[in-house]
């Protein structure tokens, strides 16, 4: 049996920035193995942390985008297009 430490494991994600601060590369991605799976990401300027949000959310939030469209298919009404100077 290989060793499994319990210590979180923390990766350095190259090329992406914080959703709060914008600084650039210095996103951790932070994987906790005991004593529950779970997975983050936190920026090591600010102290900012996030969730991957689950399979039922994403199948939730992706099902309204699509009712939407559809609504504005059958009413024959389309979204605003703003430009942006």
Known sequence: MRYQSTRPKRRFLAGVSCPKCQAMDAVVQVNIA??????YIE????????RRPDSD????????????????LSTGTSG???FKL
């Not at 920026?43 to 996030?50: A, L, N, P």
């Not at 199948?59 to 939407?68: F, I, P, R, V, Y």
């Open 80 to 82: 605003t297009v703003k």
């Open 34 to 39: 005991l004593p529950e799976p779970d997975e």
């Open 57 to 72: 959310e994403i199948s939730a939030k992706n099902h309204a985008q699509d009712e939407l469209a559809r609504d504005a």
């Open 43 to 50: 920026c090591t300027q600010c102290g900012h942390s996030e």
